[in-house]
């Protein structure tokens, strides 16, 4: 028999997939939203997002950077993931800031 579809569209051959590979509930999932300097992003994200994708992987949180930027010069990211995804993606971005030289305190750990 068929199984039902997961929560968000995964496919039925998903549920056979390594506990790290599955997606998680809707109640599992947090979301955080913080705002860069828009003059930063391409250095941060590195060729072709190299460095964006490399922390994701790291991570397993996922990250987006908004193409918008708002009337301070500032882009939204946001990022998603549970709770310790999240603040190791916060961190590893920090610290890429600080390997290029940028200190940016909304980041910082405490």
């Known amino acids: 028999p068929k199984r039902p579809r ?18 998680r509930s809707f ?25 964006i994708k490399k922390i994701q992987e790291t991570c397993r949180a ?3 950077i908004s193409g918008d930027v708002d009337s301070n010069c500032r882009r939204k990211v946001q990022l998603s ?13 920090y610290q890429y800031m600080q390997e290029l030289g940028i200190d940016y305190t909304p980041l910082k750990p405490d």
């Open 6 to 23: 997961g929560l968000l569209g995964d496919s039925p051959e998903s549920y056979d997939a390594p506990e790290s590979k599955r997606r």
């Open 62 to 64: 996922f990250i987006h």
């Open 27 to 51: 109640s599992e999932e947090k979301w955080e939203t913080f705002l860069i300097p828009h003059g930063i992003v391409n250095k941060l994200g590195g060729s072709n997002g190299d460095r």
């Open 81 to 93: 993931g549970s709770k310790s995804e999240i603040e190791e993606a916060k961190l590893r971005i």
